[in-house]
Every structure is written in C-alpha cells, then in structure tokens.
C-alpha cells in the first residue's frame, strides 16, 4: 500500500514521483509519462485535480486547472508554433471567455464552445483591421461591425464567415454606401450618399458588377 511521499516506476517506464494516499496519486506530484509527456502539480483521487503544468514532448505546454484529469477552468496553452490561447476550459477544450493570439499578429478576444469562437467576441488582425461581433463555430454570424486601419466601416450582416444582406459603409472621407451583399459581394440595390448625407448616385449590383440610374 502506497501512502505518503515516494516515487513508484511502470514497465512502460512511466513514473510518478509525489504523495500517495491509499495507492492513489492524491497531493503534489510529477507524472513522467512513456511518451516523453510530464505532468506537474496537484492530485486527487489518481487524477489531475487543481493546478499544474502539463509538457507535451512536442514542446506545448497546458498551464493552469485541472478537474478529474482534463483541462477545466482557467489556464494557458502554448503550442508549438508560437500562437496562445489565455482563458477558460471546459473537458480539454477553449470554452467560455478567452483570448487567443497567433503568431501572425491576429488576435481573439471573446467566447468560444467546442475549441471555437462562438459568441460575441473581437479580432484584431495583424494589419490593426478590427471585426466586432457574433460568432458560430469560428466564422462571424450575423451583426458584424468592423473598424479598418484605413478609417473607413462596415456595419452590416454575415452569414458562414462571409458578408451577407443589407449593410452601410463608409469611406475614410465620409462617403457613405447603402446596400445588400451576397457571398461577400455586392447584389441589390444601392445608394451612395456624401458626407453630408446628400445621395450622389443609386442603382443596383448584380455579382459585383455596378449598374447606376
């Protein structure tokens, strides 16, 4: 019967190296596992349970909570290629409020279900272009609000990651478009108004292609 501190090998040279508690791995330990894989921190029950910081042989690294053996609540993970995710965790995967950076410069500031944004969230591209808005399994849905580095707007709908339905734009120097997307290019009618809200032009786009009145 294992109890208190010491360290018990494997034959697949697996090893753990912490307090026991009726042969149970329960306390503080460190968990070396065949692959190359360790695992650092607290214990209940012959599970991870509370904090601790899990090394991937590959080089990631899971840092933060832990609850019967997954990752659940609040942690850090560093993969490989140099992107980040900083938040919540449910069962192993981005879940509730959290951010995420990759290494291109994007980031991702909101909710996420199932590993993916999901709910109101924020991404900031690298080019400081900023989209504002819902998100469905990883692609904008619905109202989207974005802010381009350049000054100009858009407020309009999405469907599938793609503009579509009614939306207004608005150029850096206030000239204003009124229109409809679909698949991410213009169709319908349309007007364009000076900054001054004055109508300069109106007709209609069909596929992108511009016919005035």
């Known amino acids: 019967m294992k109890n208190g501190h010491g360290r018990f090998c494997w034959p697949d040279h697996s090893s753990f190296t912490g307090d026991w508690v009726n042969n149970l791995k329960d306390g503080k330990g460190i968990y070396i596992y065949s692959d190359g894989d360790e695992y650092t921190g607290e214990w209940k029950n012959d599970l991870q349970n509370g904090k ?4 991937y042989k590959d080089g990631e690294i899971y840092e933060g909570q832990y609850v019967d053996g997954e990752r659940t609540g609040q942690g850090i993970f560093r993969y490989k290629n140099g992107d980040q995710y900083s938040g919540h965790f449910l069962k192993g995967q981005k879940s509730g409020f959290g951010t995420m950076s990759w290494r291109n410069g994007d980031i991702y500031t909101g909710y996420w279900e199932r590993d ?14 900023i989209y504002e808005g819902q998100f469905r399994d990883g692609k904008l849905e619905g109202l989207v609000i974005i802010h381009y ?30 229109g409809n997307y679909r698949n991410d290019v213009r169709d319908g009618k349309f007007i364009e108004r000076d900054k001054n809200g004055k109508v300069m032009v109106s007709g209609h786009y069909e596929r992108g292609k511009r016919y005035t009145n």
């Open 52 to 55: 601790g910081i899990y090394k």
């Open 116 to 129: 993916l944004q999901n709910g109101q969230g924020k991404l900031t591209k690298k080019n400081n272009d």
């Open 149 to 178: 580095a350049d000054g100009s707007k858009f407020r309009g709908s999405y469907h599938n990651g793609k503009r579509n339905g009614s939306a207004i734009e608005e150029s850096s120097n206030g000239i204003r478009f009124e």
